[in-house]
């Protein structure tokens, strides 16, 4: 009897766990059927493949789309187009939102939004800080739940987890892994006047130097290793961190951005201005080359594109008012394959970095691999194919990116997600605008036991109270 599928990719080169062999992939109810030789099996769907590489979806577990809102520009459907034409299936949203993710209520009211407006699949960070410790053993096991955000040093937002004692609280309430933002609060206060001396975007990395990251860093290993912990360090910046960090591997993940591997000071804050401007800073070249070699020797766990779509105008306020950020969740697989194609990465590398790391680190069920019974996300690549990436492609509302005007070789063709096809030649496709496809909550091995019931209560943060 002939198989039938509702969707065949056929004849691709396809990132299998492994390597990348040619093979046709059968899809049936969201999920990969069969994959290898299909011979005469039927489908609804068949995509010709023959020339593309069929790699699983990218899962960036770093983006700040702001649901509901802090600037009411960006919003979980502007953000979540951006990530499926890139490429992107999944999304972990940072909890510094307004009103900050950290109590029951705000996190059901994120999930709720997100089921009417995701165009891919996703999950949110609880935020954690000095008021609402009690409750994260809980909202960590919330359906949906990626697990904790900490900010050690302060970014977008009031959210805040600055001092040793809080942080270990936190540590110390829950299990999952802990996602940190790691700069040093005190450092950075102590610093500040650098900033604002002569409104010079080249100052950021300036005050925000290496070893405000460097400390914080250690700092956090340190409280990670008395909680007995496992922790996640976002966006690591410089190769002093990672020089440390090769010896902690044990208890911690390390994530670092396209952003970080591409740009440079000072050549990017001249040419960008404040563009540029994101937290942690992009350092000179010789931390951008040591980064390199912790993603050749295997330090970096995980990429993240740390999305964060700052309108211009917003970006324009001279410097230190103009926040910190730039959009990066469209660009991080077309920037990663240009990179593949100049020789700084293998493609398996590419898709260990965006797809297997992210499954490894938050132990996401059924994605990140193109295996049987897998969700069938796909992000269906041309590797030879030469663009330029330019502003007026990028769907963030705010319309920018710091690698606009900007060559590449490699491209996405095409985005699946669960074996519907949602972009397709730059096009978000008909299933994807009538909402025939759509997004849903990640789902994640630590919470296959039992979700939790969410605590009702409402806390207060700097006179703010956060429902
Ligand atoms: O540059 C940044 N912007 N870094 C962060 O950690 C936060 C982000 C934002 O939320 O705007």
């Not at 802090?70 to 034409?85: C, M, N, V, W």
């Not at 919330?142 to 040093?153: E, L, P, Q, S």
């Not at 972009?423 to 919470?447: H, K, N, Y």
Request: charged share 25%; aromatic share 6%; with cysteine.
């Amino acid at each position: 009897m002939t198989d039938h599928f509702d969707l065949i990719l056929k004849g691709g080169m396809v990132a299998t766990p492994g390597g990348i062999v040619e093979a046709d992939i059968g899809v049936k109810n969201g999920r990969i059927a069969d994959l290898g030789s299909l011979g005469s099996a039927t489908a609804k769907d068949i995509i010709d493949c023959t020339g593309l590489h069929v790699l699983p979806g990218a899962i960036d577990t770093q983006v700040h789309f702001r649901e509901p809102g802090l600037t009411h520009k960006e919003d979980l459907s502007t953000g979540t187009l951006s990530a499926i034409a890139g490429g992107v299936t999944s999304v972990f949203e940072m909890p510094n939102t307004e009103p900050l993710t950290i109590t029951g209520p705000t996190f059901l009211d994120k999930m709720a939004r997100a089921g009417e407006k995701a165009f891919c699949d996703y999950a949110f960070f609880a935020g954690g800080c000095a008021e609402n410790t009690h409750l994260l053993a809980q909202l960590e096991r919330a359906d949906g739940c990626c697990g904790v955000k900490i900010f050690m040093g302060s970014s977008t937002g009031a959210l805040l987890a600055a001092k040793d004692e809080v942080i270990l609280k936190i540590l110390q309430n829950g299990t999952r892994r802990v996602a940190m933002h790691a700069e040093d609060e005190e450092r950075l206060k102590a610093r500040k006047h650098i900033a604002e001396d002569g409104n010079d975007v080249r100052n950021h990395p300036v005050w925000r130097d290496v070893e405000c990251a460097l400390l914080a860093v250690k700092r956090a290993v340190a409280l990670a290793r008395e909680a007995g912990r496992r922790i996640h360090l976002l966006h690591v910046t410089s190769g002093d961190e990672m020089d440390f960090l090769k010896d902690h591997k044990d208890i911690s993940t390390v994530e670092t951005t396209p952003q970080h591997l591409t740009l440079y000071a000072e050549e990017c804050y001249e040419r960008l201005g404040t563009r540029a401007q994101m937290n942690p800073p992009i350092r000179d070249k010789s931390h951008r080359e040591r980064l390199w070699a912790a993603v050749q020797k295997g330090v970096v766990d995980v990429l993240g594109s740390d999305h964060a779509p700052h309108t211009l105008e917003e970006k324009a306020k001279p410097y230190p008012a103009s926040p910190s950020g730039m959009t990066g969740v469209q660009t991080m697989l077309p920037i990663m394959l240009d990179h593949m194609n100049a020789g700084r990465l293998s493609l398996e590398r590419v898709v260990d970095l965006l797809c297997h790391g992210p499954q490894r680190v938050y132990q996401i069920s059924g994605k990140g691999r193109i295996t049987l019974g897998y969700d069938a996300d796909f992000a269906i690549v041309d590797l030879k194919r030469q663009m330029t990436i330019s502003n007026s492609w990028i769907k963030s509302r705010c319309g920018w990116t710091p690698f606009d005007n900007k060559k590449v070789t490699g491209w996405v063709q095409g985005t699946v997600l669960r074996g519907q096809v949602v972009m397709w030649d730059d096009e978000i496709t008909e299933s994807a605008r009538t909402r025939r496809a759509r997004g849903m909550p990640v789902r994640f091995q630590e919470l296959l036991t039992k979700a939790a019931e969410l605590p009702k209560e409402h806390v207060h943060i700097s006179g703010i109270e956060c429902c």
